[in-house]
């Protein structure tokens, strides 16, 4: 059982250039989030899914774009890298919306824009 | 605003003693409240969270939170800290409002356990 994991760990981007990081959990979670972490400044949510197909805005949605075309897997797409999207990502997943619910983490991809 | 104040960038503490990480919150209504802990170079680990009853919960790796209502606080705390609990510690809530199991976190607080 190997939680939630990232692809990849770690990325250089330039200004412009288009990446997908890919977020896979093998817990039959429905649903699943993309944070950005800042220092500073805690996490901030991204995108968000409660379930195949479907996918919603976080606090900080703009820039990025994201897909979840099978329940395991959760993308999260940058088509014009800028330099303010130089940041920590985490995806995370929880089986329910409960409000009591833990939301479990993946070890983050490290991404810098130059 | 709904919001999580973790007032101290960093707290220090010698190995053995005990340790305290604050965490305040301004949410409306009985929110559930949770603690985190961040490794270096590793995602979150979830370490305990608060639901309801006993004000006080007990979470992995010794640590404890104590709730208090009238003081809107959610301190960690450890009798006896050691080096290897070295980290960065978010504390989240989790509001009434929001449908998608929303987190609201703090700024975190980095602990520095010493030897």
């Known amino acids: 059982n190997a939680g939630v994991t990232q692809t990849p760990k770690f990325r250089v981007l330039k200004t412009g250039q288009s990446m997908t990081l890919l977020c896979a959990q093998d817990m039959n979670h429905e649903y699943m989030y993309w944070y950005r972490q800042d220092p500073g400044m805690g996490l901030r949510l991204i995108h968000y899914?409660?379930?195949?197909?479907?996918?919603a805005k976080g606090e900080v949605p703009d820039g990025y774009n994201v897909s979840r075309l099978k329940k395991q897997n959760f993308l999260l797409g940058l088509e014009s890298a800028a330099p303010s999207q130089t940041s920590v990502y985490f995806c995370a997943s929880s089986y329910t919306r409960d409000r009591w619910e833990t939301q479990y983490f993946g070890p983050g991809t490290r991404l810098l824009v130059l | 605003a709904q919001s999580v104040a973790q007032p101290e960038d960093q707290v220090n503490v010698a190995e053995g003693n005990p340790l305290t990480v604050k965490c305040t919150y301004s949410?409306?209504?009985?929110?559930?409240l949770f603690w985190y802990v961040q490794y270096p170079n590793r995602g979150l680990q979830f370490l305990l969270k608060?639901?309801?009853?006993?004000?006080l919960v007990k979470g992995s790796y010794g640590f404890e939170a104590e709730f208090n209502k009238s003081q809107t606080s959610f301190h960690l705390k450890k009798p006896s800290a050691l080096v290897s609990d070295s980290a960065l510690y978010f504390c989240?809530?989790?509001?009434?409002?929001?449908?998608?199991?929303?987190?609201?976190f703090g700024a975190g607080t980095r602990l520095a356990v010493h030897p």
């Open positions: 608060y639901i309801t009853g006993d004000n």
């Open positions: 989240a809530v989790r509001p009434i409002s929001g449908g998608y199991n929303k987190l609201i």
């Open positions: 899914s409660v379930g195949e197909g479907t996918t």
């Open positions: 949410v409306s209504g009985n929110p559930y």
